[in-house]
């Protein structure tokens, strides 16, 4: 069942200050596409925070049912991508009332050695939510493994947006991209 209150406004420059404030970090950081940076947004540091997760979760939802009204179509779930998109999607399953998916970045090899945990079937429309998108590299194996069950992925929506290619490799591999923030959007300059 969907949260009442998700209609609820947000300030929303209340929130990219309290997830800069949690989350920025200076000095020389690898980041997962292998570029060298010289600040950090630790996911963990606001994903981990009620405070920042639950307006974070309606931002989302609202995000989700604008991109459902500007496609004509609902998706049948939610997903989110190991490690980082696991507390994200969650909160927004809550949120929206829809079940989840967590995409592994590899097949398990013990159980039922999957790599897609939660239940899809051939043709459910999956919006994949994303914590911090650089080049959008994981989200777009997400993508490849939520197909590989029979999905199909309506949009990625990240969290923050590095600005650093994201949306061009996304929208470059025929999906919508959205972002809730960008580095603009916290204030974050190199």
Do not use: H, W
């Amino acid at each position: 069942m969907p949260n009442p209150d998700a209609t609820r406004p947000i300030d929303t420059q209340e929130l990219a200050r309290r997830i800069a404030e949690a989350s920025l970090l200076r000095g020389t950081f690898t980041l997962r596409s292998g570029r060298t940076s010289s600040y950090y947004l630790d996911k963990y540091r606001f994903s981990t925070r009620p405070e920042v997760l639950r307006p974070l979760a309606a931002m989302f939802a609202q995000r989700i049912a604008l991109i459902e009204s500007e496609l004509g179509e609902r998706a049948d779930r939610l997903a989110g991508a190991e490690l980082g998109g696991i507390p994200l999607v969650t909160a927004t399953a809550m949120e929206t009332g829809r079940p989840c998916l967590f995409v592994r970045n590899a097949k398990k090899d013990y159980g039922t050695a999957k790599q897609l945990e939660g239940v899809i079937e051939p043709g459910d429309k999956v919006i994949l939510l994303e914590d911090v998108a650089t080049t959008g590299g994981q989200a777009l194996e997400a993508v490849e493994s939520i197909r590989g069950e029979g999905g199909r992925v309506l949009a990625i929506i990240a969290t923050i947006d590095r600005q650093e290619g994201a949306r061009e490799n996304v929208e470059g591999a025929g999906l919508r991209f959205e972002a809730l923030f960008t580095k603009a959007d916290l204030g974050v300059d190199e």
